[in-house]
Structure formats: C-alpha cells, structure tokens
C-alpha cells in the first residue's frame, strides 16, 4: 500500500499543466526509485504467473509504452505492482518531438489528446537508463522495449530506423515492440498498409533471427497497432503478422477520432485520444484479431481501461495480457493491483 494515497496528490498535479505534471511526476520517480521513498507509491504485486510469447509474466497487467519514454523510471514505475513495463518509443536519434503545448486532458471523458511526437533523448542515452534498471528484472519483472523512426527520415527509409533501433535494443529487451500506429509522426501509419507492413516485417523479422543467433536468446517481437482500422484492415494486418512470423500484436494505440468527446474543451486538438474513449474501438480490434489469429496467438490489450472490469473486458475480447497508461494518470498506482487481482480472479 502506497503511504501517500493518490487522491491527495493528484488535484495537485491537476492543477499543473499536463506534461509539466507528467516530467514532475517522472523526475521525482527516477531520483527517489530503488530508495526508501519508494514506499510513497508502491504497491505489493499480485501473483498471477502466466506464459505469453514464451515469456513468464508474474501476472497480466503491464504499464503501456509512452509514459517513460526514456526508460528513466523502469524500477520506480515496476515498484507500483506491475508485471511488466514497456519503455520508449525511442527513435534512433533524439528528438525534441512536436512544439508545446502537445498535451490536454479531457477530464469529463477520462481522457487525454497528446501530440507529443516520440519526443526521446536518443538510442544511447535510452540504453543506458535500460542498463541501470535493476530491481525490477530481477524480481522477475518484464521488460517491453518500444522502437519508432525518427520524424525526419522519409517514410519511404523507415525500415532503417527500425533496424538500427532493433539492434540497439534487442540484448536489453524481454520483447520488442514495433510502433507503427502513433498518429503524431508524419505518415506513420501508412506502415500499417499490405504491401508496406510486409516490407516492413520481413526485414524486421530476418534482422531478428540474425541477433537471435548472435546473442543466443531469442526476445519475441510485437506489432502495435490503431484502433482506427476496419475490419478489412485488420484481417490484412493479421494475416501479415502470422505470414512474416511476428510473435504478437499489441492493440491499440491512440485514436484519432473524436466522436466520443464532441463538444469537450480540448476535443479538437490535434493528436492521439486516448483514455475511456478509446475503450469500445479497442476491445473492437482485439475481437477482431482474436477471432482472424485464433487461439494461442499473443495480444496485448491496451486502451481505456481504468478500474478492474475493465481489465477483464480486454481479456474476454480476446487480450491475453492488459496495459494501461491514461488511466494511471486519472486513477494513480493503486490501479495495477486492482486490474492484476480481477483479472486472476476472472
């Protein structure tokens, strides 16, 4: 149990600005992670132990990728009783991401609209904060590293980014996650097209068994996906998948749709909606996924999940596993256990 509930602190960090509140929150969790301070957010984790993609999960519930992007708190987030923790995007080289403000919250929906842009210090300096995460790993905590491009390099070149991000993470990662669905980078998304998406994969794929080989582990490699695809979409998106050996998919990212918050200050900000919003449209394309990729196929269910129920939700869609990131932020710690004990005892 965390010694300073999250219910004092938060209209605090309500009062602030989103993403000031947001490198406030993470500066003083990277300088007070593995201390005894920890105790002010830390939960005990739930033990749900679960085999996934060859991977043992102590139990379901995972931190999404964007919240720490620079993988600066991978010990101080995992002390909130999570399974497993997903860092980045990183892109090869740092950015600076897109001009502030690029981020709004939408508290009437539970909401949040970012446009951060991978906004990340760089490959070296996210490595280097992957090396110096301890505690978690080896509590037996799972490690998800999370690669994009960067915003300058043309679309047409975006398997070079890829490629040198992948070899960058691979001997740090227990799985690598492959971004093409955040809408804040120009064209990203066009990744997720047929022809491209297996351009894209085989690459990938063929980089990895390579590394594979060369660090004599084998660290499976996710595809993250939008939740604003049709069905036809999604059928294209998993048959490539399971064509090009792709280990899991991890569904969905933010939406760009805007029907949920019609009428909401802040609702017709550029960016990626995120939050309860995106819940329905989420739970949407694991069912789809589930039912094109059949049983045993590894999915990751992410979006809009803010209590324990809506947990299970994502694992009677079809997830095998749940992260959350908005609803941490609206909800605070105590939210991991909650989802990890509903979904032991679904």
Partial sequence: MALVP??????????????????LTLDAIARFQNTPLQCLWAHSRVSDPVSVAGLKFPNRIGLAAGLDKNGRCIDGLGAMGFGFIEVGTVTPKGQPGNPKPRMFRLPEADALINRLGFNNEGLDSFLDNVRRATSFRRNGGILGLNIGKNAATPIENAVDDYLIALDGVYPHADYVTVNISSPN????????????????????????????????????????????????????????LKNNGIDGVIATNTTIGRDAVKGLKHAEETGGLSGRPVFESSNRVIAQLRAELGAGYPIIGVGGVLSGADAQAKLRAGADLVQVYTGLIYRGPALAGECARAMRSR
Avoid: C, W
């Fill in 6 to 23: 999250y219910a004092l602190t938060r209209p605090f960090l309500f009062g602030l600005d989103p993403e000031a509140a947001h490198e």
């Fill in 185 to 240: 980078t120009k064209n990203l998304r066009a990744l997720q097209s047929d022809e491209a998406l297996d351009a894209l994969l085989s690459r990938l794929q063929e980089r990895r068994q390579q590394l594979a080989r060369q660090h004599g582990r084998n660290a499976p490699m996710f595809v993250k996906i939008a939740p604003d695809l049709d069905e036809a979409q999604v059928k294209v998106i998993a048959a490539t």
